[in-house]
C-alpha cells in the first residue's frame, strides 16, 4: 500500500487559514503581551485578519468553480458570497466586542468571588474573546463550501465550540450568562450526535461521505429509501438546530438574552449565513433529487417556524428575547428560499442572509447603548420615550425594526418579497401565504416598539442612551445605511448575486 500526499490548494483555501494564522497569533498575544496593551493588539489584529481575509475572497472569486483539499471543498459563487456576507458581518461585530465592558474580567473566577472581584479592580481584563471570534468565523467560512459529511461536521463544531464559551462571558448577570452557555453547549451537543447519525446513515446508504457520492446513489436509487430518509432526517436536525428553526428553537431565547449583546448580535447574524449555507448547498445539489420526501415536511417546519416565532414574540417584555423569537420567525422565512428549490430561490436566500445579518448587528449594537447603573436594560417597558431621550438611537432602531418586518424601502422588504416569490414560482403557496400572515403578525410587535418609543413620555427610573464609542457608532452607522440602501436601490447587488451564485453539481 502506497501513501500519496494530500494536494490542497492554497489559495482556494487561504481566506480560513488566514483567520486561523489571526487566531492563533490572538493566542500568543493573550499570553505574552502586557494588559496595557494586550486589547488594542488584539482588536488590530483581528481587523487585519478579516480584512485581509475579505480580501482573498474577493480576488478568488475570479478562480472560478472549483475544488480544493482533495474535492472537500468546494470554491463556487455561492460559497464566495456566503463567505463574503460572514466576514463583512463578522467585521462590524468585531467592533461591537470592541467594547470590552461588556465582558468579565476573568472568565474562569466563580460570580461574585473575592477572584472575580480582585481581577476587576486590577484591571486584568482578559481579551480571549477576539482569537475565540476568529475561530469561530474560521468554521463558518468552512461550513457552507464543505463538499463531504466529515468536513460538514468539523466546521459544525469549529464554529460552535468557540460559541458556547463566549455565550457565556458576560461581565454583568453571570449566573444567567453561563446558564446560556450551557444550555446552548448541552443542546448543541444533542443536535451534534443528531447529525453524526444521520451522516452514518447517509454512508449506509450510498457507501460514501461524499456530496458528489451521495448524490449518485440518490440519482440512481441504488440504495435503500429507508436509510437516505433517516439520513436526511437527522442531518436535517443538526442544521436546523444551527438555524433556530421550530422545534429545534429551545436555546434561541435564553442563550440571546444571556450571552453579552454583541456576543449574542454576531451569533444571531453570522451563525445563520454559515448554517443556511451549507443547508442550501446540501438540499440544491445533494437531495435535490429526493425532493418528493423532505420538502412536505421542510414545508410544514417553515409553516410552524414562522407562525410560533411572530406569535410568541408578541409576548415578549425583554427586547433581547423579542428579538430573539423574530429570529425564529425569520428562519422560517429563510426555509422558504430552501424550499424553493430553483435559481431564483438561492439568488433571494443569499440576499436575504445578507441583509438580515446587517440589521440583526445594528439591531443588537443599539441594545447595548440603552443602559442604567447596573448596566444594560432589556426590558421595553424601561424603553418608553427613548426617542425623546435620544431621537437618532431611537430613529436607527425603528429603521432595524422596520426592515425586520419587511417595510417598503428597507432591505427587508427586497428580501422578503424576492424570496417568497421565488417560493411561488416552485409551487409553494402554502408557505408563502403563511409567510405573508406571519409578516402582518410580526409588523404588529415591531410597530409596538416604535410606538412605545415615540409616543409615550419617558419615565424617570435611571435609564439613559450611552454616548456610543467610535467603534459602535462606525457600526451603527454603516449597518443602516446598508439597510436603507439596499431597500432603496437593491439592483447591483441582486444582478451581482445572479451572475455569481451557481452550485457545482
Known amino acids: 500500500?502506497?501513501?500519496?500526499?494530500?494536494?490542497?490548494?492554497?489559495?482556494?483555501?487561504?481566506?480560513?487559514?488566514?483567520?486561523?494564522?489571526?487566531?492563533?497569533?490572538?493566542?500568543?498575544?493573550?499570553?505574552?503581551?502586557?494588559?496595557?496593551?494586550?486589547?488594542?493588539?488584539?482588536?488590530?489584529?483581528?481587523?487585519?485578519?478579516?480584512?485581509?481575509?475579505?480580501?482573498?475572497?474577493?480576488?478568488?472569486?475570479?478562480?472560478?468553480?472549483?475544488?480544493?483539499?482533495?474535492?472537500?471543498?468546494?470554491?463556487?459563487?455561492?460559497?464566495?458570497?456566503?463567505?463574503?456576507?460572514?466576514?463583512?458581518?463578522?467585521?462590524?461585530?468585531?467592533?461591537?466586542?470592541?467594547?470590552?465592558?461588556?465582558?468579565?474580567?476573568?472568565?474562569?473566577?466563580?460570580?461574585?468571588?473575592?477572584?472575580?472581584?480582585?481581577?476587576?479592580?486590577?484591571?486584568?481584563?482578559?481579551?480571549?474573546?477576539?482569537?475565540?471570534?476568529?475561530?469561530?468565523?474560521?468554521?463558518?467560512?468552512?461550513?457552507?463550501?464543505?463538499?463531504?459529511?466529515?468536513?460538514?461536521?468539523?466546521?459544525?463544531?469549529?464554529?460552535?465550540?468557540?460559541?458556547?464559551?463566549?455565550?457565556?462571558?458576560?461581565?454583568?448577570?453571570?449566573?444567567?450568562?453561563?446558564?446560556?452557555?450551557?444550555?446552548?453547549?448541552?443542546?448543541?451537543?444533542?443536535?451534534?450526535?443528531f447529525f453524526l447519525f444521520g451522516m452514518a446513515y447517509l454512508y449506509g446508504y450510498s457507501g460514501s461521505v461524499?456530496?458528489?457520492?451521495?448524490?449518485?446513489?440518490?440519482?440512481?436509487?441504488?440504495?435503500?429509501?429507508?436509510?437516505?430518509?433517516?439520513?436526511?432526517?437527522?442531518?436535517?436536525?443538526?442544521?436546523?438546530?444551527?438555524?433556530?428553526?421550530?422545534?429545534?428553537?429551545?436555546?434561541?431565547?435564553?442563550?440571546?438574552?444571556?450571552?453579552?449583546?454583541?456576543?449574542?448580535?454576531?451569533?444571531a447574524a453570522a451563525t445563520k449565513v454559515a448554517a443556511f449555507g451549507a443547508m442550501l448547498r446540501i438540499y440544491y445539489t445533494v437531495f435535490a433529487n429526493a425532493q418528493w420526501s423532505w420538502s412536505p415536511l421542510l414545508s410544514a417546519i417553515a409553516i410552524i417556524t414562522m407562525l410560533f416565532g411572530s406569535l410568541v414574540a408578541i409576548a415578549q417584555r425583554d427586547v433581547k428575547r423579542m428579538l430573539a423569537y423574530s429570529s425564529?420567525?425569520?428562519?422560517?422565512?429563510?426555509?422558504?428560499?430552501?424550499i424553493a428549490l430553483n435559481k431564483a430561490g438561492l439568488d433571494a436566500s443569499i440576499f436575504y442572509l445578507f441583509a438580515y445579518g446587517i440589521a440583526t448587528v445594528g439591531a443588537f449594537a443599539i441594545v447595548t447603548l440603552v443602559r442604567d447603573s447596573g448596566g444594560e436594560?432589556?426590558?421595553?417597558?424601561?424603553?418608553?420615550?427613548?426617542?425623546?431621550?435620544?431621537?437618532?438611537?431611537?430613529?436607527?432602531?425603528?429603521?432595524?425594526?422596520?426592515?425586520?418586518?419587511?417595510i417598503p424601502l428597507t432591505s427587508g422588504f427586497i428580501g422578503k418579497f424576492s424570496i417568497f416569490s421565488a417560493a411561488y414560482e416552485s409551487g409553494a403557496k402554502g408557505v408563502v401565504i403563511a409567510g405573508v400572515l406571519s409578516s402582518a403578525i410580526a409588523a404588529f410587535f415591531y410597530i409596538r416598539v416604535i410606538v412605545l418609543m415615540f409616543f409615550t413620555d419617558p419615565v424617570q427610573d435611571g435609564t439613559s442612551v450611552e454616548i456610543p464609542s467610535i467603534l459602535t457608532r462606525s457600526a451603527i452607522i454603516f449597518s443602516i445605511v446598508v439597510t436603507i440602501a439596499l431597500g432603496v436601490y437593491p439592483a447591483p447587488l441582486l444582478n451581482f448575486i445572479t451572475n455569481l451564485a451557481t452550485f457545482i453539481r
Do not use: C
Open 1 to 193: 500500500m502506497t501513501f500519496s500526499a494530500p494536494i490542497l490548494n492554497y489559495t482556494l483555501l487561504s481566506p480560513i487559514l488566514i483567520l486561523l494564522a489571526g487566531a492563533l497569533i490572538g493566542v500568543l498575544v493573550e499570553a505574552f503581551v502586557s494588559k496595557a496593551l494586550r486589547s488594542v493588539t488584539q482588536l488590530s489584529i483581528t481587523v487585519g485578519t478579516l480584512v485581509l481575509a475579505l480580501a482573498q475572497v474577493w480576488r478568488i472569486r475570479h478562480e472560478g468553480s472549483t475544488t480544493a483539499a482533495m474535492g472537500s471543498v468546494v470554491i463556487d459563487g455561492p460559497g464566495v458570497l456566503l463567505q463574503a456576507s460572514i466576514l463583512i458581518i463578522a467585521v462590524i461585530s468585531v467592533f461591537l466586542i470592541a467594547d470590552t465592558d461588556h465582558f468579565t474580567a476573568l472568565a474562569a473566577a466563580l460570580p461574585g468571588s473575592d477572584e472575580e472581584r480582585h481581577a476587576v479592580q486590577t484591571g486584568n481584563q482578559v481579551t480571549e474573546v477576539y482569537p475565540l471570534t476568529l475561530f469561530a468565523i474560521s468554521g463558518m467560512m468552512l461550513f457552507p463550501i464543505s463538499s463531504d459529511l466529515i468536513t460538514l461536521f468539523v466546521a459544525l463544531e469549529m464554529l460552535s465550540l468557540p460559541l458556547y464559551l463566549m455565550a457565556g462571558l458576560s461581565r454583568r448577570r453571570r449566573l444567567a450568562s453561563q446558564e446560556a452557555a450551557l444550555k446552548y453547549f448541552l443542546l448543541g451537543a444533542f443536535s451534534s450526535a
Open 210 to 267: 461524499t456530496f458528489a457520492g451521495i448524490r449518485e446513489s440518490v440519482v440512481g436509487g441504488s440504495g435503500n429509501d429507508v436509510l437516505l430518509l433517516i439520513g436526511m432526517a437527522f442531518v436535517s436536525i443538526g442544521l436546523l438546530f444551527k438555524v433556530g428553526a421550530v422545534p429545534f428553537h429551545a436555546w434561541s431565547p435564553d442563550v440571546y438574552q444571556g450571552a453579552p449583546t454583541p456576543v449574542t448580535g454576531f451569533m
Open 377 to 406: 436594560v432589556t426590558d421595553l417597558n424601561r424603553w418608553k420615550g427613548l426617542g425623546k431621550r435620544s431621537p437618532w438611537v431611537a430613529s436607527a432602531f425603528a429603521g432595524f425594526l422596520l426592515a425586520f418586518a419587511g
Open 328 to 338: 425564529i420567525a425569520h428562519a422560517g422565512f429563510l426555509l422558504a428560499g430552501v
